[in-house]
């Protein structure tokens, strides 16, 4: 082995499964004897629940049980935690309320569970379910997130609906920069409210063993151990140590599959009542009801420059949805992890941030895809752009004269960003666009009747969370480490457990890589295992673009205790001083001598130590590490979008997408560029094609794909990929981090150009034909 | 009422009792246990369910056991060599990263290799339009059709 695997664009271990149907998702665990629950769902958004009857289902063929939300109260189980505590301006915890797994005397969203019905078959157990005979007594919806506040209240906590009002950063001084500026950008906007739909829907499989009085949990999750963690030390009240939850290959989660779920502790609590598996695999219809939603902010933002285009102040008045109920990382997306990335790119010095977050009859939203950064990018960028045109500097000019290029550099918005250079992704960025060529294609669009638009995102996030005391510090309840362990075997193959857990990123391939390389061992030797714990130590999971940048760096930190202990018991062997020893591609040598031991020889020993240093080293061969970060990655990019609008129909087209991005070190680009085209067509779906709606009764409008239009193959074009590269300062493989980056950028890059396209100063996400449309006939553009 | 169905699934013949309203996909996954095919939607729009019904693209969600009696069927776990070596198409995803998470991925490959029998060399479009029935989250359809072209080419118009 001579060449490095770090940057190699190795093809995928996991592949092969997958192309064969051999992969095993959560609902392709069949468990033996096992059962099917089925879900009663309000079917109103707002109700009283006056009775319950279950008598009819019960007789049902083939029904087991139905529990109702009095029996998991009856049997103590608690409701759901939330993981983020929140302190309000004034020093008050924002508003908890209480989160029951199954209703209990009132239902606050359509879709929120009444009762569960257990059968032997899947279809016994959804015939049955539609026996169950609710009596509602309906109470008005709230379903606006602007108006939330002055409605009549969801919860009794919360007389109001607002679970917090918080603010960062200091008022005073920035309304006092607003005085004395040349020029002020405002814009109004709403981040439209998202509907995750991984392809994978959610699913729990439950069983209990009597023998030793455990549970196994299979589920769709993105975190095994926090799930079980909440489940057991706040809902169930059980030892950690009963429970083992197993998240097997999982269907993609973009942020749906971090929380705990009630239909999780459901299956769980009743596979003991019944000593049977209880299996729930989630319909679509339920997916888009029950899942976690993202974003739906509203926001007032104001941008003071002088005269030069130089930022001096930024001020953001943000309205927050965070549905019904406070999901599991609920309250820390439209804070810590948006008014924080306010910013930017850019020096701004004075920043002032002001978040509501109010309850509402909807499911729940919590972190989707970029979380908290895709609305802070959109803040940024949407004024950024605006400014510049309002100013009459060129777009890309206004950004060079405000962007960062001293590091360390301390934002007035708590972070401190450890290292970037923004021009060289601009640059490379305008380059690749062919930026300059713009007007010709504009010109070239318009005999065609399409009106072509440029914009641009220069976006920033804050990755590899976190420094468990600094998110301790502001509120969080878990730590934010990562665990690894690797464990070689007597013959110098490596299992390498990690807490990352991947649901599409490949990290049995990248994480390979980093230990094939580091050990010099062939990729073939090198095992990955995540997502069950109880094979790996411990786990915080993938999410915030976290897994290289912090599980990767824990795998990092035990190879390094491997090869320092392999150098003892190298040593011993070959008679020579430890500090003598050292280690490449495999093999420990004697510096400036020929003697050498290859890693499987260090190894047998370790396991067969009859030459061994007994006295003095432990026999075996097996480390793990904690990594807790030092401070969070801060990936950057520069993106540019062309689009081009049908004058007659307002249908808009991405014509060109051009994405230059700093991750720092990459490990495999192939891997790399993939979930920037992933995100990137997220982001254009929240762009043109991807809205939430429910109707003023809280009814879900938007409840099939039908109806909710993820981007298809057409919606997209082929993209233009580029990186360039400042390593990580604080982690040793100097990498940030890629899973959210488009997702992040490209909605403010694709309505900066339908904007520029249009002439107007604000068109609202998702730009559909007809919202478009609109616009065209009010600037009289359409030949109507 | 239970019914007997038998069909040839992946060149073998299988039957079964089911009800009248299981789901070809159903059977594929809970009777025959191959759980290559996916449900993504219930609905007809996702894909991940395509499997083939006599040498054509279906989508197994949407017809009942009972209607594929007698029929031929080819599920993804069908698709590669009996030595375990990667169909072209099958190779080609592989090659372009064209497949993240993997849960569409059976339904992508079902549907690509229907298409690419007629249309040997397609065109960014092509591809692009033949996925209209297939929905991804993960990859951005980019690598996706990347795969698609190069495995229709290496198919050369055959299966």
């Given amino acids: 082995m001579t060449a490095s695997l770090i940057g190699a664009r190795v093809l995928r271990k996991e592949d092969y499964r997958f192309l064969t149907g051999a992969g095993q998702y959560t609902d392709d665990v069949a468990l033996p004897h096992q059962t099917y629950a089925a879900f009663v769902r309000s079917p109103h958004a707002h109700a009283v629940l006056k009775k319950i009857n279950i008598e009819k289902a019960k007789k049902a063929k083939g029904v087991i049980a139905v529990y109702v939300g009095a029996d998991l109260a009856n049997a103590k189980v608690n409701g759901l935690p939330c993981g983020w505590l929140i302190t309000d301006v004034k020093g008050q915890p924002m508003k908890e309320p209480p989160y029951p797994a199954l209703a209990q005397g009132k239902v606050r969203h359509v879709g929120e569970r009444v009762a569960v019905v257990i059968a032997e078959t899947q279809e016994q157990a959804r015939d049955a379910a539609e026996l169950v005979k609710v009596d509602y007594q309906e109470l008005p919806a709230v379903v606006d997130t602007k108006s939330a506040a002055s409605s009549k209240p969801i919860h009794d906590i919360a007389p109001d609906n607002i679970c917090y009002v918080w603010g960062l950063g200091e008022k005073a001084k920035v309304d006092e920069a607003f005085k004395g500026a040349a020029h002020v950008t405002k814009l109004d906007f709403v981040n439209n409210r998202l509907i995750p739909n991984a392809i994978e829907p959610r699913a729990a499989n439950a069983v209990y063993s009597r023998a030793d009085e455990s549970y196994t949990l299979y589920v769709a999750s993105q975190n095994p151990h926090v799930e079980r963690l909440l489940m057991t030390a706040f809902v169930l009240g059980l030892p950690e140590s009963k429970v083992r939850v197993v998240a097997p290959d999982v269907g993609g989660g973009f942020g749906s599959k971090i929380y705990l779920y009630p239909e999780d502790v459901v299956v769980t609590w009743a596979a003991k009542q019944l000593n049977r598996a209880v299996k729930w695999t989630a319909e679509r219809s339920e997916s888009f009801l029950s899942d976690a939603h993202g974003r739906d902010h509203v926001t007032t933002a104001e941008l003071a420059l002088d005269k030069d285009g130089k930022f001096l102040a930024l001020r953001v008045r943000t309205t927050a949805n965070m549905g019904a109920y406070l999901s599991t990382f609920a309250s820390c997306i439209p804070t810590i992890l948006y008014a924080t990335l306010l910013a930017g790119q850019y020096t701004t010095p004075l920043i002032y941030c002001e978040v509501t977050a109010v309850f509402t009859n909807t499911a729940p939203v919590d972190a989707y895809r970029g979380a908290g950064r895709p609305e802070a990018t959109y803040v940024v960028e949407r004024l950024v752009e605006t400014a510049a045109r309002e100013m009459k500097i060129d777009p890309a000019e206004i950004r060079r004269r405000n962007f960062i290029r001293q590091f360390p550099y301390q934002t007035p918005v708590a972070l401190q960003y450890d290292t970037g250079n923004y021009e060289a992704t601009l640059a490379a960025a305008l380059e690749l666009s062919d930026q300059k060529n713009f007007d010709k294609r504009k010109a070239e669009s318009l005999r065609r009747g399409k009106l072509r638009g440029l914009g641009y995102a220069c976006y920033i996030e804050a990755c590899g969370i976190a420094p468990s005391n600094v998110a301790g510090s502001l509120g969080a309840r878990a730590g934010l480490f990562e665990a690894g362990e690797i464990r070689v075997h007597p013959t110098g193959t490596v299992t390498v457990f990690t807490g990352s857990h991947a649901h599409g990123q490949g990290h049995e391939t990248t994480f390979a890589q980093v230990v094939a390389d580091r050990l010099g061992l062939a990729m073939e030797q090198v095992e990955i295992v995540h997502g069950d714990t109880s094979k790996v130590l411990f786990g915080m999971g993938t999410y915030g673009s976290r897994s290289i940048a912090v599980g990767g760096t824990a795998i990092v930190k035990a190879l390094d205790k491997i090869v320092a202990k392999g150098k003892k018991i190298a040593a011993h062997l070959m008679e020579a001083a430890e500090a003598d020893i050292e280690y490449d591609k495999g093999v420990f040598k004697v510096a400036g001598t020929d003697k050498k031991k290859a890693f499987g020889e260090v190894a047998f020993a370790a396991y067969v130590p009859h030459n061994y240093p007994l006295d003095k080293l432990e026999p075996g061969l097996n480390e793990n590490a904690f990594y807790d970060p030092t401070n969070f990655t801060f990936p950057a990019g520069s993106y540019v979008c062309e689009v081009e609008v049908d004058r007659d129909t307002g249908a808009t087209e991405v014509v060109a997408f051009t994405a230059v991005d700093d991750f720092g070190r990459i490990i495999n680009p192939m891997i790399v560029e993939g979930q920037v085209h992933g995100g990137l067509t997220q982001g254009i779906g929240q762009a043109l094609t991807e809205g939430c709606k429910y109707d003023a009764e809280g009814q879900l409008s938007t409840g099939s794909f039908g109806d909710y239009c993820i981007p298809r193959a057409t919606d997209v074009p082929s993209f233009k990929l580029d990186t360039r590269e400042t390593p990580c300062t604080h982690n040793p493989l100097g990498v940030k981090g890629c899973g959210e980056a488009g997702a992040i950028g490209a909605p403010a890059a694709v309505m900066n150009a339908i904007t520029d396209a249009l002439g107007v100063k604000d068109v609202a996400m998702p730009a559909t034909a007809n919202t478009v449309w609109k616009h065209l006939r009010e600037k009289s553009h359409a030949r109507v | ?159």
């Fill in chain 2, 1 to 159: 009422m239970p019914v007997k169905v038998s069909m040839k699934v992946n060149g073998k013949p299988v039957s079964a009792e089911v009800e009248e309203r299981t789901l070809l996909v159903t059977f594929i996954r809970e009777n025959l246990r191959l759980t290559g095919t996916h449900v993504g939607c219930d609905t007809a729009q996702c894909g991940a369910c395509t499997v083939h019904m006599n040498g054509r693209a279906i989508k197994s969600c949407s017809i009942v056991a009972m209607q594929a009696e007698g029929a031929d069927i080819l599920t993804i776990e069908g698709v590669a060599k009996a030595d375990g070596t990667l169909h072209p198409m099958q190779a080609a995803f592989k090659e372009h990263h064209g497949l993240q998470c993997g849960f569409c991925t059976p339904g992508m490959v079902m549907n690509a290799l229907d298409f690419a029998r007629s249309h040997p060399s397609p065109t960014e479009q092509e591809v692009r339009e033949s996925l209209e029935g297939n929905l991804c989250r993960c990859t951005g359809y980019h690598n996706i059709v990347k795969s698609i072209i190069a495995g229709a080419k290496a198919m050369g118009g055959k299966p």
